[in-house]
């Protein structure tokens, strides 16, 4: 039961990090959309960019524990499943978000 409190905090802290970071990311999307950028032009705008490799460095963390939180809860009371095997599903998903999310940063970014 300790263990479910830690994640709920952990998983409130992501939250108030991702919050700000959704906005942005969807204010951003709705800048380039009407003003008719294209993929080459927004890679272009964010290769080598720190600030922006930073920012969704950031973004993708924080969703890639976040989430897995919330499927974890999910599993245990849905899925009926014990609290061990739900954790150890959620923390191979919060690795494979990570990987991924990161991989494409460092795409976007220019870094690989």
Do not use: C
């Not at 802290?13 to 800048?31: D, F, K, N, S």
């Not at 974890?72 to 009926?80: A, K, P």
């Amino acid at each position: 039961m300790k263990m479910d409190r830690a994640l709920f905090a952990l998983q409130r802290l992501t939250a108030l990090i991702l919050a700000p970071l959704v906005l942005i990311h969807l204010g951003l999307i709705i800048y380039a959309v009407r003003g008719g950028l294209t993929a080459d032009d927004i890679l272009g705008r964010t290769e080598g960019n720190w600030w922006w490799i930073g920012f969704y460095g950031v973004f993708v963390m924080a969703a890639a524990i976040h989430g897995p939180i919330g499927v974890r809860n999910v599993l245990i009371e849905w899925g009926r499943l014990n609290r061990r095997t739900a954790s150890q599903l959620s923390v191979g998903l919060a690795a494979l978000l990570a990987a991924l999310g990161l991989r494409a940063v460092a795409g976007v970014g220019g870094l690989i």
